[in-house]
Nanobody
């Protein structure tokens, strides 16, 4: 199985910055992509950004130009640098990984972290 541990959430003021981290561990064989989702109160989970392994990054329109996703491949870690934060960015942010495992090498599955709270308020 695969576990994801997230950190970096907290309370920030509008216009401020925050950097989220997420490290994957467990019976990982190959990682094909890592990414971030978020869920605000009363809303469905929303895709934020994805970093395909060895490929170009992708962003939701709502965060484009403000957020940056990056990877440390050696550490199986994904980051989300959030700048110019707005109150509407307030949500629980979830890390995910699209990977194969040693148990089922031919099967690619998505695993999720527990989420970290980001609150943007003055």
């Amino acid at each position: 199985q695969v576990q994801l541990v997230e950190s970096g959430g907290g309370l920030v003021q509008p216009g401020g910055s925050l950097r989220l981290s997420c490290a994957a561990s467990g019976t990982i064989l190959s990682i094909y992509a890592m990414g971030w989702y978020r869920q605000a109160p009363g809303k469905q989970r929303e895709w934020v950004a994805t970093s395909p392994s060895g490929g170009d990054t992708n962003y939701a329109d709502s965060v484009k130009g403000r957020f940056t996703i990056s990877r440390d491949y050696a550490k199986n870690t994904v980051y989300l640098q959030m700048n110019g934060l707005k109150p509407e960015d307030t949500a629980i942010y979830y890390c995910n990984v699209f990977s194969s495992t040693t148990a089922t090498p031919s099967r690619r599955r998505t695993f999720w972290g527990q989420g970290t709270q980001v609150t943007v308020s003055s």
